[in-house]
């Protein structure tokens, strides 16, 4: 389902789901990367992928973006709480392990990646992307890469999605680029 007229870059709030059919089909091959079993990485892959994503602003103008993901069945998987001051924040996540990252508020014509910068949709470009820069903890992960991605709105097929745009680079230089498309479903319930 599109996203409503009214939903733009500066609150993400609702519930989505991942559109396989309209995300890129890289996956699987950058969760291998990441040190991610086979066991989930099969759940991921034949499973519906639900976001809850909660966007606030403190006193301060200081934007948060709180994600809670599940699997089919309400299975609980990642989460990701994103402070866009882009501050280093450790993280042992449950999919991904040790995770470094950082998220900012950025205007497209600031990132040096095409990929990261083109396609959006005129309000995403006027209010500025979310960029988000994640890498893992190799010292406690024991392997290395970097998701570097950028979240906003994007037309596809006619409708406006929510998307991210992620420039993965593996533990032996592999450098794979995927558009990650979510369906509107509504509003967070109270």
């Known amino acids: 389902m599109a996203a409503p007229a009214d939903l733009n870059i500066l609150d993400l709030s609702g519930r989505y789901v991942m559109n396989k059919t309209l995300s890129d089909n890289r996956t699987d091959t950058i ?3 990441q040190g ?4 989930k990485r ?6 519906t992928i639900t976001l809850y994503v909660k966007h606030t602003k ?3 103008g200081v934007e948060s973006i709180n994600i809670e993901q ?3 069945g309400g299975i609980p998987a990642s989460s990701e709480d994103r402070i866009l001051d882009w501050q280093e924040r450790q993280k042992e996540d449950s999919t991904f392990g040790h995770v470094i990252s950082k998220s900012k508020r950025v205007k497209a014509d600031e990132l040096d990646i095409d990929f990261l910068k083109n396609g959006w949709t005129a309000d995403t470009y006027e209010h500025g992307l979310v960029h988000t820069y994640a890498e893992s903890d190799t010292a406690k992960s024991g392997t290395t890469w970097i998701a570097n991605q950028t979240w906003g709105l994007q ?3 006619g409708e406006r999605r929510y998307t991210r745009h992620l420039k993965f680079t593996g533990p032996k230089g592999e450098d794979i680029e995927a ?3 979510y369906d509107y479903l509504g509003p967070l319930e109270s």
């Open 36 to 39: 991610v079993g086979w066991l």
């Open 42 to 47: 099969k759940a991921i892959s034949v499973g």
């Open 70 to 72: 599940t699997i089919t």
């Open 179 to 181: 558009v990650l498309v």
């Open 155 to 157: 037309e596809i097929e």
């Open 31 to 33: 969760l291998a990367l």
């Open 58 to 60: 403190d006193a301060n």
